[in-house]
């Protein structure tokens, strides 16, 4: 007759292991091992709000130095990122478009449309083809350009009324 | 001389035609008449802050840009003066502050200087490579890549 807890099997099924008692005390405020880092963080946030900016990249710099080379070289590529910007994704509206104004069309249709979400609705914005048919002296047909801009692919709808020949443009576009 | 001070408090004492290359300071500084009172600038830290003087400093005896020519799209993005790129041989984060504070002080000229440098770091390249360039990770969800992918098809058998 089995008893339960006789056979190393069973006995691993009916373990309960007290969890909530004995795991408690090991985590302690300074506990990273949860995974999360929720210490580690909320000790970053003490001494973000409690030093002052050089004393902080004097902390940061010390702690570095104290880190093994290959996690060293991790962490640099990860600031390194910090260090760049999305310039189109972050940068307001007005800006984002009027940088996009300075490149050729093919390359805001066929490029910047396709980098990610951001570049993608930036390169999509009407304001921006407006711009560049004016700078090539065409005036928009508004009739004509609300019913283009209401495709789905506006960027390369613009691209193609510029590489297509003047007659092509001339049935979306009225001379200025 | 007019005190500039940035949002990290520092502060900066510029001559009056180093001031008028921004519309807006020109403005402030007007509204301020003679009192010898700061102008301070919560939008810009001392660090970008020193850099557009630094721009001014040089521009301040340009010719000043009509109204109609304000508007206008930088034509090229290749014709920029030596001193103009070497000054914006700066890093990314320096680039997108000048960027801003361009914008908010009405700074047209450093604006389109911004821009047009942007504009050649972009010029040339991959849709990866960029995104590499300024580690942009809001990538497109399958959905929509498959959305593009058919605009460019539509595109190019036209």
């Known amino acids: 007759m089995a008893v339960p807890g006789d056979s190393a099997d069973e006995g691993l099924g009916h373990y309960s292991p007290p969890q909530t008692t004995e ?77 996009l104004a300075c490149l050729p069309a093919v390359e805001i249709a066929r490029t910047a449309a396709r980098v990610s979400r951001r570049w993608h609705a930036v390169a999509m914005q009407p304001w921006l083809w407006r711009r560049l048919f004016r700078a090539r002296g065409w005036a928009l047909n508004e009739e004509r350009w609300a019913m283009y801009s209401s495709l789905p692919g506006i960027a390369d709808v613009g691209w193609l009324l510029l590489r297509r020949s003047m007659e092509q443009a001339a049935a979306a576009i009225s001379p200025a | 001389m007019v005190k500039l001070v940035s949002s990290d408090k520092e502060e900066f004492d510029v001559a009056v035609e180093v001031v008028e290359q921004s519309v807006l300071l020109t403005k402030m500084a007007a509204g301020h008449g003679e009192s010898d009172e700061a102008i301070s600038l919560p939008e810009v830290t001392g660090r970008v802050l020193a850099k557009v003087i630094e721009y001014c400093e040089q521009h301040k005896s340009d010719q ?67 995104r590499e360039k300024f580690n942009i990770t809001d990538e497109f969800t399958e959905e929509e890549q498959d959305l593009i992918n058919k605009e460019k098809d539509w595109a190019e058998d036209n």
Not at chain 1, 50 to 79: F, G, T
Not at chain 2, 79 to 106: C, E, P, R, T
Request: glycine residues 6%.
């Open chain 2, 64 to 130: 000043k840009l009509d109204a109609d020519d304000r508007d206008d799209v930088p034509k090229s993005s290749e014709d920029i003066l030596q001193w103009d790129k070497d000054f914006m041989k700066v890093d990314q984060d320096m680039l997108f502050g000048l960027l801003l504070a361009s914008n908010y002080l009405d700074i047209k000229p450093l604006l389109d200087l911004g821009c047009k440098t942007v504009a050649n770091m972009i010029r040339g390249k991959s849709a990866e490579e960029i």
């Open chain 1, 23 to 99: 795991r408690l005390p090991a985590k302690t405020p300074l506990d990273t091992t949860g995974g999360d880092g929720d210490a580690v963080v909320s000790l970053a946030r003490v001494l973000r709000t409690s030093l002052e900016p050089h004393a902080r990249s004097r902390l940061a710099v010390a702690l570095l130095a104290a880190v093994p080379a290959d996690i060293l070289k991790r962490a640099l590529s990860e600031l390194d990122g910090l260090l760049r910007r999305d310039f189109i994704g972050q940068l307001p509206a007005e800006i984002a478009v009027r940088i």
